[in-house]
């Protein structure tokens, strides 16, 4: 089992900037794929954000310019910096990894309003 715990999640206002951090922990042997996924109320989840081990990247067109994912493959982490959000960035964001198998973080709360 692999588990996650995210962080940096809060309230910002339109324009400005936030950190998300993803930590992995328990019987990590190859974590492959990670990244970011987000839910809006009434919404479906969906892809913000992927980082290969080997750091190629993929954005939803929503967030691309915006937001930057990375990760550090000798600690577990993966994070996602997003600069110029917008209301519409409103959402639960999940951290993912894949092991084999999906794994998912609680979900940390971003709230993008004035």
């Known amino acids: 089992q692999v588990q996650l715990v995210e962080s940096g999640g809060g309230l910002v206002q339109p324009g400005g900037s936030l950190r998300l951090s993803c930590a992995a922990s328990?019987?990590?042997?190859?974590?492959?794929?990670m990244g970011w996924y987000r839910q809006a109320p009434g919404k479906q989840r969906e892809l913000v954000a992927i980082i290969s081990s080997g750091g190629s990247t993929n954005y939803a067109d929503s967030v691309k310019g915006r937001f930057t994912i990375s990760r550090d493959n000798a600690k577990n982490t993966v994070s996602l910096q997003m600069n110029s959000l917008k209301p519409e960035d409103t959402a639960v964001y999940y951290c993912?990894?894949?092991?084999?198998?999906?794994?998912w973080g609680q979900g940390t709360q971003v709230t993008v309003s004035s």
């Open positions: 328990g019987s990590i042997r190859s974590i492959s794929v």
């Open positions: 993912n990894v894949w092991q084999g198998v999906a794994y």
